[in-house]
C-alpha cells in the first residue's frame, strides 16, 4: 500500500527500503517489472533501492555494497563481477546457499 500512495504522489527521488521483502517472488517480480524497473512507472524518476535481493540487481544502474556502515564498493552488476571484490564474493556465497 506505500509504495502504491508513494507512485501517486510523483515525486522526483524514491527511497524504497525493501520493498520487496513482504511479497512472493512472483508478486515482486511483477511489482519490479511494472512499477520500480527500468521500464517502469517510475522509469524516469530517481530510485534509490535498499535491498538484500540479488534477483533485480542486474537490471538497476548502480549498485553500492555496504558493509559496516561504509561503502565498500559501487559499480554495475558486471563491473562488480568482473572487479572479484566483496559483491562478488557475497553473490558466490548467496548461489552456494540457495542451491543447497
Same mark, same amino acid.
Given at each position: 500500500?506505500?509504495? !502504491? +500512495?508513494?507512485?501517486?504522489? #510523483? !515525486?522526483?527521488?524514491? *527511497?524504497?527500503?525493501? $520493498?520487496?521483502?513482504?511479497?512472493?517472488? =512472483?508478486?515482486?517480480? =511483477?511489482?519490479?517489472?511494472?512499477?520500480?524497473? $527500468?521500464?517502469?512507472?517510475?522509469?524516469?524518476?530517481? +530510485?534509490?533501492?535498499?535491498? =538484500?535481493?540479488? !534477483?533485480?540487481? $542486474?537490471?538497476? #544502474?548502480?549498485?553500492?555494497?555496504?558493509?559496516?556502515?561504509?561503502?565498500?564498493? +559501487?559499480?554495475?552488476?558486471?563491473?562488480?563481477?568482473?572487479?572479484?571484490?566483496?559483491?562478488?564474493?557475497? *553473490?558466490?556465497? =548467496?548461489?552456494?546457499?540457495?542451491?543447497?
Amino acid at each position: 500500500v506505500s509504495l !502504491a +500512495r508513494a507512485v501517486y504522489s #510523483d !515525486a522526483d527521488i524514491y *527511497l524504497m527500503d525493501d $520493498p520487496l521483502s513482504a511479497v512472493d517472488s =512472483h508478486v515482486g517480480k =511483477h511489482i519490479f517489472d511494472n512499477v520500480i524497473g $527500468p521500464q517502469g512507472q517510475l522509469q524516469k524518476k530517481t +530510485r534509490i533501492l535498499v535491498t =538484500h535481493s540479488v !534477483a533485480f540487481l $542486474p537490471q538497476v #544502474d548502480m549498485i553500492v555494497v555496504m558493509k559496516g556502515g561504509e561503502i565498500m564498493e +559501487r559499480g554495475t552488476f558486471k563491473e562488480l563481477l568482473d572487479k572479484k571484490g566483496e559483491f562478488a564474493e557475497f *553473490l558466490i556465497q =548467496h548461489l552456494a546457499v540457495t542451491d543447497q
